[in-house]
């Protein structure tokens, strides 16, 4: 068998001695998360996608939220501090992040960018987020997450 590869997401889980499990799931192309779940079977209110927003100020904010909700721009921008923030675009996200839409982690990006969790994630023990690469998605706690990327939790999502 193979060895699996592995992405930056997973090796820096791995440099810093964080359990995580790996799912994989068949997709050649960008899905999105409430199909991304349907295909590993993880529950939907435990599943969160990564977006990357940009501040008036221009710097970059990463956020994570439950795949279900939406982030909510005033809130988010409250939670870093400006007075508002926008998404990136799509054709954006490579450059910015080093990752494709679809598969873009909040661990591994080109810069450790500011990070907010909702606050949701603290409900529980383990939630499932991309792994960096379309067709993997990471388990991990929420906790250990937040501290790894120096998140703060806040509710950021509706």
């Known amino acids: 068998m193979a060895k699996e590869a592995k992405t930056n997401a997973m090796r820096m889980l791995d440099k810093n001695k964080i359990s995580y499990e790996t799912i994989t799931y068949e997709c050649e192309e960008f899905i999105d998360g409430l199909h991304t779940a349907e295909k590993t079977g993880a529950p939907v209110e435990q599943s969160f996608k990564t977006l990357v927003a940009q501040g008036k100020s221009g710097q970059y904010y990463v956020f994570v939220i439950p795949i279900a909700l939406e982030v909510q721009l005033k809130a988010a921008a409250k939670a870093v501090g400006e007075k508002s923030v926008e998404l990136i675009h799509v054709k954006d996200i490579t450059k910015v992040t080093g990752y494709v839409r679809g598969g873009c982690s ?20 383990q939630i499932y987020i991309s792994g960096g690469r379309i067709g993997i998605s990471l388990k991990v706690d929420p906790v250990k997450l937040a501290g790894l990327v120096r998140a703060e939790f806040q509710e950021i999502a509706g």
């Open 106 to 125: 909040p661990l591994g990006m080109k810069k450790l960018f500011p990070t907010v969790i909702d606050a949701s994630a603290r409900n529980f023990d």
